[in-house]
């Protein structure tokens, strides 16, 4: 891989992105440019891609292979925008966002009631990052670390909103 130019102390604008295709992904298409709650704002392209995925045909299940296809195009993509940012976990890379939300979304059934819940309960896990996962995000650095973290939060909302589904039918009758 030819070495890329770093832009230390440089700030990320849409310009610098449609010039770096890689960071352009990594930034979930310019979401993650948000000023304010950038990685809830770089969530979101996850739901039409998702919506687009289930209104095709294809099993919610499957939107789990997807998440599981993308970690590894994830993890290069935001070590490459990392090190051409020369900061580490830079709050605009989102890739990491959309990918886990679509594991998220990959448990519940395709209702905007279940979506909206999915979204707010990985946003919290994100946000909040109860045990293990802030000691993963300060343990383990890097493109694996910047995803990780949040396949990890994906996972704990996955285990939660299906023992919801579980519990919800017992719980209203």
């Not at 948000?34 to 998702?50: F, K």
């Not at 998440?67 to 925008?81: D, I, N, R, S």
Request: hydrophobic fraction near 55%; glycine fraction near 8%; charge should be negative.
């Amino acid at each position: 891989m030819k070495p890329a130019e770093n832009y230390c102390d440089f700030t990320p604008s849409y310009a610098w992105l449609r010039k770096n295709p890689v960071c352009w992904f990594a930034f979930g298409g310019g979401t993650g440019l948000s000023p304010y709650a950038p990685g809830t704002v770089g969530t979101l392209p996850a739901l039409p891609l998702a919506a687009l995925w289930l209104l095709c045909g294809l099993p919610a299940w499957s939107l789990a292979l997807l998440a599981a296809a993308l970690f590894p195009v994830g993890v290069w993509l935001c070590e490459v925008t990392e090190q051409r940012l020369c900061r580490p976990d830079y709050g605009g890379i989102v890739f990491d966002e959309i990918v886990a939300m679509l594991l998220v979304l990959s448990a519940v059934p395709f209702t905007w009631p279940w979506w909206l819940a999915a979204f707010v309960l990985f946003r919290l896990f994100d946000a909040l990052k109860p045990f293990p996962i802030h000691q993963l995000d300060k343990k383990i650095h890097g493109g694996f670390g910047i995803m990780l973290d949040d396949i990890v939060a994906a996972l704990m909302c996955v285990v939660l909103l299906l023992a919801a589904q579980w519990l919800l039918p017992w719980m209203l009758h």
